[in-house]
Nanobody
Framework: QVQLVESGGGLVQAGGSLRLSCAASGRTVSSSTMGWFRQAPGKQREFVAAVRGSASNTYYTDSVKGRFTISRNNAENTVYLQMNNLKPEDTAVYYC???????????????????WGQGTHVTVST
């Protein structure tokens, strides 16, 4: 059974930084597509970032490019999302997701991921 546990969310002022972690069990992050999604109140869940295959294969939604960095630690079986220069519009519940094997499906689609974490709240104040 695959389990994904997120941590690292919290309240931060605009311009600040947070690092989210996603600890995986039951599946290796190196063999999976690992993604971060977010859902703001009243909105649909949206893609934020993903990593698959080689750790250099990373993908980002346009609104976070240059500010967020996704990375993977295979030894710890953990995926990270470093978020810098946070903006109020980044406020959301952030979810970690996994799809196996890594080479199947679209990294951008919610429907392609078969395992999800419980989410961690990120609030960015002005």
């Amino acid at each position: 059974q695959v389990q994904l546990v997120e941590s690292g969310g919290g309240l931060v002022q605009a311009g600040g930084s947070l690092r989210l972690s996603c600890a995986a069990s039951g599946r290796t992050v190196s063999s999976s597509t690992m993604g971060w999604f977010r859902q703001a109140p009243g909105k649909q869940r949206e893609f934020v970032a993903a990593v698959r295959g080689s750790a250099s294969n990373t993908y980002y939604t346009d609104s976070v490019k240059g500010r967020f960095t996704i990375s993977r630690n295979n030894a710890e079986n953990t995926v990270y999302l470093q978020m810098n220069n946070l903006k109020p519009e980044d406020t959301a519940v952030y979810y970690c997701a996994s799809n196996y094997p890594w080479y199947s499906g679209s990294v951008y689609s919610v429907d392609e991921y078969d395992s999800w974490g419980q989410g961690t709240h990120v609030t960015v104040s002005t």
